[in-house]
């Protein structure tokens, strides 16, 4: 089954502890602070892979999670860093945010592109001695992971996309100019997903023809298949529009002509100013009279037309050699560029989020951040205590309770942690 839309969660690996050690040698009197930091989480990646075409893959596994750090140790032993995840996934996959739709990356190169970043591992408490203080007994704790949902879409990576009503020859046509061998037979929606075939022009020459099934009046909308399918025509780099030039439905070939081309102006209106050819196939189904007729309608909108009858491949060349000689002069496949976070004002830096509350009369302080700081406190140490008040002062939470009422003498509560507020 063919599958171009997933939805997962991936977790980065979690950084680890730092230590608190002393060195302990026969000996060695006072031998100070020795303890290590800890490892850094590992990332969650992704990579192309030629090999997959679909994400059926992640119908069946959601959720994704890479390896933690390891804690610091004794004797200035740092904890190994987490094993980074490589997530594959077929090529031209884009990776959004699922709250807000945010492109984080394209997935069209070689290279891993890291998508949620290990958290780094916590200092050990070697780190905090000062001349004045000299035997610290606290350490960070290592910072989280980062933790997202994200949207998986697949766009096929294509030169050239033919579009068109179901059962006018788009598949017999990839199946006679390339080595694909898509579903063909005389009924509509044959073909239930997109079918890749590379066109050879000579040594060193080729480019990748993709068909694109389901097209019909309302596609952009989402009748028939063409709304679940329209994403893979956005990268192509040139459209062939081929129309049943006989008319063999009962249909219109230039009526079939203008609901397609109004199709993709409703999806994306840069396809309509998309690079054009169009084929009239089935030629030999019809006479010379009502060619010629669709020839001049054709190009009096300003496209080339090429006769042809795919079944037999008879015209089907100058057709190839057209699109050969128009891709070389065309830019490379469409690749989207990953969308910036906003942009922080310059006064908040080093400011961090907190959200207070009052329950019955205290006021409770939260912030994911903080989580982190309080866990990492040695609340029977007093120099531990005075590195807590310099962050809660830096990081604006003692001017955040000033702006939420407290006053001296006020219970405040940070994570079950309760002390009196003090001017």
């Not at 994704?64 to 987490?82: H, I, L, P, Q, T």
């Not at 579009?163 to 100019?177: A, D, E, M, R, Y």
């Amino acid at each position: 089954m063919f599958i171009d839309v997933a939805k997962i969660t991936v977790r980065a690996g979690n950084g680890g502890d730092g230590a608190v050690a002393f060195r302990r040698e026969k000996y060695v009197a006072a031998g100070g602070p020795e303890g290590g930091d800890g490892g850094r989480g590992g990332n969650v990646a992704f990579q192309a892979d030629d090999n997959l075409s679909t994400l059926a893959d992640f119908r069946y596994k959601r959720k994704y999670a890479a390896a933690n750090g390891e804690n610091g140790g004794s004797r200035r032993c740092f904890g190994k860093s987490g094993e980074d995840l490589i997530i594959r996934v077929p090529r031209g996959t884009l990776v959004k945010d699922a709250q807000t739709g945010r492109l984080l990356a394209d997935i069209s190169q070689d290279e891993p592109q890291v998508i949620a970043h290990g958290g780094r591992g916590g200092w050990g408490n070697s780190h905090f001695a000062t001349p004045t203080r000299q035997a610290p007994r606290f350490a960070k704790p290592g910072m989280p992971g980062e933790s997202l949902e994200l949207q998986l879409e697949l766009k096929l990576l294509a030169d050239v996309g033919l579009i068109g009503f179901p059962n006018v020859g788009k598949s017999t046509l990839v199946s006679v100019v390339s080595e694909a061998k898509p579903v063909i037979a005389n009924y509509h929606f044959t073909t239930l997903s997109p079918v890749l075939g590379v066109v050879r022009m000579g040594e060193g020459s080729s480019f990748v023809m993709a068909d694109i099934p389901g097209l019909i009046e309302g596609a952009g909308e989402g009748a028939g298949l063409g709304h679940q399918f329209l994403r893979h025509v956005e990268r192509c780099r040139l459209l062939v529009h081929i129309v049943d030039v006989s008319g063999s439905e009962g249909r219109d070939p230039k009526e079939d002509f203008e609901i397609i081309n109004r199709e993709l102006q409703k999806f994306n209106p840069d396809l309509a100013q998309r690079p054009m050819l169009v084929a009239g196939n089935k030629c030999d189904l019809t006479d010379d009279e009502h060619i010629a007729e669709f020839r001049r309608y054709v190009e009096e909108k300003g496209y080339a037309f090429f006769p042809i009858m795919a079944a037999i491949r008879y015209d089907v060349d100058p057709l190839l050699q057209k699109i050969q000689e128009m891709l070389s002069k065309l830019p490379p496949i469409l690749r989207y560029e990953p969308e910036a976070l906003p942009q922080t004002p310059a006064e908040d830096f080093g400011r961090r989020e907190v959200r207070i509350t009052q329950q019955d009369g205290i006021f409770v302080v939260e912030g994911d951040w903080l989580a982190q700081v309080v866990r990492s406190i040695n609340f029977d140490d007093y120099e531990s205590l005075q590195y807590l008040q310099r962050v809660l002062l830096n990081a604006g939470v003692i001017d955040a309770l000033y702006d939420a009422g407290a006053k001296q003498g006020d219970t405040v509560s940070i994570y079950d942690i309760e002390f009196d507020f003090v001017d």
